[in-house]
């Protein structure tokens, strides 16, 4: 019974969703844990086109993060039998996740989720290259409803709008998550009936993990008060996600109606809002124009101003952008840029074979690494993730130098252009870091930049068979 439960749960949340295109290629993110194993057992019956679906290529793709060792390893391998056994192509990343942490300043969970991320996009530009569409790929996650579940709580711990309580989207523009409505029961019910074997991740049980004190101390004491809880809040996830979706048309109307100029809003226009729509209305072109999320403090901060009439208030907000109201306007706007001083002289000096460094004293001393990294070395991989420079690109008459007037970067796979001034803007960088970020320049053009990597023409790919690492040391 479970077996065709769930096999129907999936099939109508496929297409009740709309997930898949006709002619879609199916990346699945195959950890091979219980719930990954039946996502991609489920979406291997039904490619050929059953429970009528359209048929669909499909994909596994595993990351190993180095984390846990011979447990990794272990996974890698259980995964990589898993597909040859069913002849579903397998594409295995190892990267040395604890190592990349450390050099990003990331936790281990957030550098881990960047990379799967990065590895999947990486993998449907391979999935282009070989001749679908983009709007063809889907990537698919085997989030259930119990992770679902789990989500919302920890939302709600953390404090939250209405947006946090809807918990995982179905559909994240590519990204797929048919197991939604499926609990982690139902789904290790579905691998003991069809008879499939999966790994379990000894961190699962790690009660210090916030999500892991969730799942089985939260989640386990509200189903004792209802047994149905998981489904339960399913559900009203769903009905919030609803309720959601109007107040975001009604946010992006007042939004419209508002804007008087670029990047200015009447204010009256705004005022005649409710509070729950200008609210929204507020974090959201907050958020788009400094291009990091808008602080619901400063969000209330600009609300009360509303409120209160005010003619002239200013406001600094996350990524270094202001908001400002002077008179019946409210304004979004970068500080001014300070002048751009002289660029910094560097001097290369002694170091290891295999490795070129260059320092400079003043005004405070910084040392720029770059280390040359062969294909066959363990870390070239997880390298690739920085966008380094493609060795064979780069000559010795290169520049070591902090930005000058009229400087422009073309970022890596984006086919444009653009100012510096304008990208350190977009991006959020701090007014104050902008004059002493470093530059590589390689015949009149920046080669690489930090803080973006390796500029378009410059950048390391799989097929490069060496590369620079750049590591700025302050």
Same mark, same amino acid.
């Given at each position: 019974?479970?077996y065709?439960?769930?096999?129907?749960?999936?099939t &109508?949340t496929?297409k009740?969703?709309?997930?898949?295109?006709?002619?879609?290629?199916?990346?699945?993110g *195959?950890?091979?844990?219980?719930?990954? /194993?039946?996502?991609l #057992?489920?979406?291997?019956?039904?490619?050929?086109?059953?429970?009528?679906? %359209?048929?669909?290529?499909l994909?596994a793709?595993?990351?190993?993060?180095?984390?846990?060792g011979?447990?990794?390893?272990?996974?890698?391998?259980?995964?990589?039998?898993?597909?040859?056994?069913? &002849?579903?192509?397998?594409?295995?990343?190892? /990267?040395?996740?604890?190592?990349?942490?450390? $050099?990003?300043?990331?936790?281990?969970?957030?550098?881990?989720?960047?990379?799967?991320?990065?590895?999947?996009?990486?993998?449907?530009d391979?999935?282009?290259?070989?001749?679908f569409?983009?709007?063809?790929?889907?990537?698919a996650?085997?989030?259930?409803?119990?992770?679902?579940?789990?989500?919302?709580?920890?939302?709600?711990?953390?404090?939250?709008?209405?947006?946090g309580?809807?918990?995982? %989207?179905?559909?994240?523009?590519?990204?797929? $998550?048919?197991?939604?409505?499926?609990?982690?029961?139902?789904?290790e019910?579905?691998?003991?009936?069809a008879?499939?074997t999966?790994?379990?991740?000894s961190? &699962?049980?790690? $009660?210090?993990?916030?999500r &892991?004190?969730?799942?089985?101390?939260?989640?386990?004491?509200?189903?004792?008060?209802?047994e149905?809880?998981?489904s339960?809040m399913? $559900?009203?996830?769903?009905t919030?996600?609803?309720?959601?979706?109007?107040?975001?048309?009604?946010?992006?109307r007042?939004?419209?109606?508002?804007?008087?100029?670029p990047?200015?809003?009447?204010?009256?226009?705004?005022?005649?809002?409710?509070?729950?729509?200008?609210?929204?209305?507020?974090?959201?072109?907050?958020?788009?124009?400094a291009g990091?999320?808008?602080?619901q403090?400063?969000?209330?901060?600009?609300?009360?101003?509303?409120?209160?009439?005010?003619?002239?208030?200013q406001?600094?907000?996350?990524?270094g952008?202001?908001?400002?109201?002077?008179?019946e306007?409210?304004?979004?706007?970068?500080?001014?840029?300070?002048?751009?001083?002289a660029?910094?002289?560097f001097r290369?000096?002694?170091?290891e074979?295999?490795e070129?460094?260059f *320092?400079?004293?003043?005004? #405070?001393?910084l040392?720029?690494?770059?280390?040359?990294?062969?294909?066959?070395d363990?870390?070239?991989?997880?390298?690739?993730?920085?966008?380094?420079?493609?060795?064979?690109?780069?000559? *010795?008459?290169?520049? /070591?130098?902090?930005?000058? %007037?009229?400087?422009v970067?073309?970022?890596?796979?984006?086919?444009?252009r653009?100012?510096l001034?304008?990208?350190?803007?977009?991006?959020?960088?701090?007014v104050?870091?902008?004059?002493?970020?470093?530059?590589?320049?390689?015949e009149?053009?920046?080669a690489?930049?930090?803080?973006?990597?390796?500029a378009?023409?410059?950048?390391? #790919?799989?097929? #490069?068979?060496?590369?620079?690492?750049?590591? /700025?040391?302050?």
């Open positions: 019974m479970a065709s439960t769930l096999l129907s749960a999936v &109508n496929l009740r969703y709309e997930m898949l295109p006709e002619n879609a290629a199916v990346l699945v *195959f950890s091979g844990g219980a719930d990954s /194993v039946t996502l #057992s489920v979406l291997d019956t039904l490619s050929s086109g059953a429970g009528d679906v %359209p048929p669909f290529s994909y793709v595993h990351v190993n993060h180095s984390i846990r011979e447990e990794a390893d272990r996974d890698e391998a259980f995964c990589e039998q898993f597909c040859e056994a069913r &002849n579903i192509p397998l594409y295995v990343r190892k /990267v040395d996740v604890p190592s990349l942490a450390r $050099r990003t300043g990331e936790s281990e969970e957030t550098c881990g989720r960047r990379v799967r991320y990065e590895v999947f996009e990486e993998l449907v391979l999935l282009c290259e070989d001749g569409a983009w709007d063809e790929v889907r990537i996650t085997a989030h259930t409803a119990s992770d679902n579940a789990e989500t919302m709580l920890f939302h709600l711990a953390r404090g939250t709008g209405l947006s309580l809807t918990g995982i %989207p179905p559909v994240r523009k590519n990204i797929i $998550r048919p197991l939604i409505t499926c609990t982690r029961e139902e789904v019910a579905y691998c003991g009936e008879g499939l999966f790994v379990k991740d961190t &699962n049980t790690d $009660r210090t993990l916030s &892991n004190r969730i799942r089985y101390e939260s989640l386990t004491a509200l189903k004792a008060v209802n149905a809880a998981v339960n399913a $559900r009203t996830a769903e919030l996600r609803r309720d959601a979706d109007y107040f975001d048309r009604q946010t992006k007042l939004l419209q109606t508002a804007l008087c100029e990047d200015a809003y009447d204010t009256t226009v705004l005022n005649a809002a409710e509070d729950a729509v200008l609210v929204r209305a507020l974090g959201d072109c907050i958020t788009a124009f990091i999320q808008a602080e403090r400063h969000v209330e901060t600009v609300l009360a101003w509303l409120r209160e009439g005010a003619k002239f208030k406001l600094q907000v996350p990524g952008a202001y908001v400002t109201l002077a008179g306007r409210m304004l979004l706007h970068w500080p001014k840029e300070p002048p751009v001083e660029p910094r002289a290369q000096v002694e170091a074979d295999g070129v460094r *320092f400079s004293g003043e005004p #405070s001393p040392m720029v690494r770059l280390r040359k990294v062969e294909k066959n363990a870390d070239f991989r997880a390298l690739l993730l920085e966008k380094p420079l493609d060795y064979d690109k780069i000559d *010795f008459n290169f520049e /070591v130098r902090t930005r000058a %007037p009229g400087d970067f073309a970022p890596q796979g984006r086919g444009i653009k100012k001034k304008t990208l350190y803007q977009e991006e959020g960088v701090p104050e870091e902008r004059n002493d970020r470093v530059i590589l320049e390689q009149g053009q920046i690489w930049l930090e803080g973006f990597g390796a378009e023409g410059f950048a390391a #790919s799989e097929d #490069s068979t060496t590369l620079w690492s750049v590591e /700025v040391i302050r």
